[in-house]
């Protein structure tokens, strides 16, 4: 299952980008998510990542995770690529 991941980043932690990133990374592969693209933006959220994950319970606990180890917010998205979605519509 492929999520789309929008994060902000603690201002305590703006300072501390390799720290973060090396943490978050290891959570990550310790729960069994892959990582398939990060990028940095300027607006509401500080990144948009995409990831791939065998279902919501790691995802969930990544982002729990993250916002108690104090580095920010993350919103999860489920995202379904062009073919899945006509799957979905048509068997709904």
């Known amino acids: 299952m492929k999520y789309v991941l929008l994060g902000s980043i603690s201002p305590s932690w703006l300072g501390k980008q390799a720290e973060r990133l090396s943490k978050s990374n290891e959570k990550l592969k310790k729960l069994g998510i892959k990582q398939v693209s990060v990028l940095y933006t300027q607006g509401q959220y500080d990144f948009i990542e995409t ?15 993250y916002a108690k180890k104090g580095f920010g917010t993350i919103q999860s998205l489920p995202a379904f690529n062009d073919k899945e979605i006509q799957k979905i519509i048509k068997e709904g």
Do not use: N
């Not at 990831?51 to 995770?65: K, M």
């Open 51 to 65: 990831i791939e994950a065998s279902g919501p319970s790691p995802v969930l606990g990544f982002t729990i995770w």
